[in-house]
Structure formats: structure tokens, C-alpha cells
């Protein structure tokens, strides 16, 4: 018997064990110990390519930019952030402490009645927030007042005659306007919320007379949500000035993204509180009262004035 022969005997014999695989000469692993034949290449064999998956997940994904951490992960690339951003806010609490502009007593959350059903309260807030627009918090909470004396519920308010209606908020920016407002968004709660108000900011922003920054302030006030930073004249002054923005910023709806970039979110319900006030006592639009700010050998503004 020639060599060739017994070993395909062999070869044979072994493809008759159950559970055993099948070699021949060209493809015997290497751990047999075996050669391949003489003047025969083995053929590599054909590597499927896979197609590469790019999975993000917030929050979770590396930065090959960022630091390093103590175990030795890579942390995420921390974001822009205005420089002296956190000294710039502290001097502002501490000017703000006293609580006495006119947005701590006279603002949206101090205008509904307290001893309201939640129902109605929150119908005051929205109210008050209409009323605020283009407004001095003065003759906001004014309006308020006369409001409350005759009844201010929806139910009241539908009753109402425009002409009536129109002599108890002036004088209210665009009065006139607001009366149909009020009107038009008192007939859409009544019949689409069962008299309550939206707990969304889309849905409050889809009714007449409501934009982003009172959506974002009833939100906070009626249902103790923070949805956003509320943006009006004051902290679009106030933050364009403090350049704690990347770039200057144009409209409210700017610059409360801009800001909503870096912000920590637990600063968001404050700042609104903060800056307003700060704005109507401090820095004002017109004249700042750079000399009686804490602010003033960081901020850009004062250096550049």
C-alpha cells in the first residue's frame, strides 16, 4: 500500500465518525502538526466585509477631545462657556437679594389670587402673562387688580363685553389687541381644556396673544414645570451685554437658545428672576448704573463704555 493511498484510507475511515469533521490535506489545521502538500498553496478564504455602524447615544458617547478622568475613561468635551460666568451671576445675587424691583412684587406670580382653585389661578397667571406684554410690571399688576375685583374667571371674562373688558386693562401695551386675545384664547380653554390651560408649551404658544417667553412663565408659575429660560427685553439686554452668549444675539427666541446651550438647567427658572430685576433697577436699557454694579470690572459692556 503506497502512502497516498493509506492516508486517503485514512481520511475516509475518519469521515465515518460521527461528530468528526472532515480535513484534507490542503486544509489539515495546523495543531495536527501536518504540512500543507508539496507545490500547493492554501487559499485564503474569502473575509466577508462589514458594513461599520455609527451608534450615538447622548451623554454616553467619547470624545476624542476630551479629558481624561481618573479611571482613565474619556470624559465628554465640556461645552462653551462665558468666562467669569459664575462670578458674574454670584455679584448679581447678591444685588438682587433684597428682593425689592418691581418684578418681586408685582410680577406674574405675585398678580393671581392665592386662595384660588388651582383652575382659576392658573387662568390668572396666563392672563397676567398676556397682560404683561409691552408692559410695565406696574400697570400689569393695575390691570390685575381691577380684573380680580370684578371676578376674574374664565367663565367671568367670557361674559364680559369687549367694550367693559377694555376699560379694566387699560392701560395695557396694544390694549385693544389683548381684548381680542383674551377673548379668542378664553373660548379655545373653555372648549378644548375643560377651562383649564395647556400644560405644553406648543399648546400654550398655539393660542392667540401667547408667545414663547409667557408659555415658558406659565409652565414655570401654574405648573411648576421648567421648560425653558424665559427671554424678555431684559435678559436679551442682560445677556448680549455679559456676552454670555457666543455671538450677539438679535431676538429673545436667539438668545434663549444660545443660552440654553451652556446654562446649567437648574439655573434656568432663576435667571429669568435674576436678570429681570437686575435689569429694572441695575442694567437699565437706557443710562446703566454701571457705578453701582459688582459686575463692573467684568463686564464688557462697562469696560467699553
Same mark, same amino acid.
Given at each position: ?64 477631545? =476630551?479629558?481624561?478622568?481618573?479611571? +482613565?475613561? *474619556? ?8 468666562? $467669569?460666568?459664575?462670578? &458674574? !451671576? ?54 390685575? =387688580?381691577?380684573?380680580?375685583?370684578? +371676578?376674574? *374667571? ?8 369687549? $367694550?367693559?373688558?377694555? &376699560? !379694566? ?137
Amino acid at each position: 500500500m503506497n502512502t497516498a493511498t493509506g492516508q486517503r484510507m485514512v481520511t475516509r475511515g475518519m469521515s465515518r465518525c460521527p461528530g468528526q469533521r472532515l480535513f484534507s490535506e490542503e486544509k489539515l489545521p495546523r495543531s495536527l502538526g501536518k504540512n500543507p502538500v508539496s507545490g500547493k498553496k492554501e487559499k485564503p478564504k474569502a473575509v466577508r466585509r462589514q458594513r461599520k455602524v455609527k451608534l450615538e447615544i447622548a451623554y454616553e458617547t467619547s470624545d476624542r477631545d =476630551g479629558a481624561m478622568d481618573s479611571d +482613565g475613561s *474619556t470624559s465628554k468635551k465640556p461645552k462653551w462657556e462665558p468666562l $467669569n460666568w459664575r462670578l &458674574q !451671576l454670584e455679584n448679581i445675587r447678591e444685588m438682587r437679594k433684597s428682593k425689592d424691583a418691581p418684578v418681586d412684587h408685582m410680577g406674574a406670580e405675585q398678580c393671581h389670587d392665592q386662595n384660588a382653585s388651582p383652575e382659576v389661578m392658573r387662568y390668572q397667571v396666563l392672563l397676567s402673562l398676556m397682560l404683561s406684554s409691552q408692559t410695565k410690571d406696574q400697570v400689569t399688576a393695575a390691570a390685575m =387688580g381691577r380684573l380680580r375685583e370684578r +371676578g376674574l *374667571t374664565l367663565d367671568n371674562i367670557l361674559q364680559m363685553d369687549d $367694550n367693559t373688558l377694555g &376699560q !379694566l386693562i387699560y392701560p395695557v401695551g396694544f390694549w385693544k389687541s389683548k381684548v381680542q386675545y383674551i377673548k379668542q384664547t378664553s373660548k379655545i380653554l373653555k372648549q378644548q381644556y375643560g377651562g383649564d390651560i395647556p400644560a405644553t408649551v406648543a399648546e400654550l404658544v398655539a393660542l392667540p396673544g401667547v408667545g414663547p417667553k409667557m408659555a415658558h412663565l406659565a409652565m414655570a408659575i401654574a405648573w411648576d414645570t421648567v421648560s425653558g429660560i424665559a427671554v424678555d427685553t431684559h435678559v436679551h439686554r442682560i445677556t448680549n451685554r455679559l456676552k454670555w452668549t457666543k455671538k450677539e444675539t438679535k431676538y429673545p427666541e436667539e438668545t434663549r437658545a444660545a443660552l440654553e446651550d451652556w446654562l446649567p438647567r437648574q439655573l434656568w427658572k432663576e435667571i429669568n428672576w435674576l436678570l429681570v430685576g437686575f435689569g429694572q433697577q441695575i442694567c437699565l436699557p437706557v443710562n446703566p448704573r454701571c457705578g453701582n454694579c459688582l459686575n463692573r470690572g467684568l463686564c464688557p459692556a462697562a469696560r467699553n463704555s
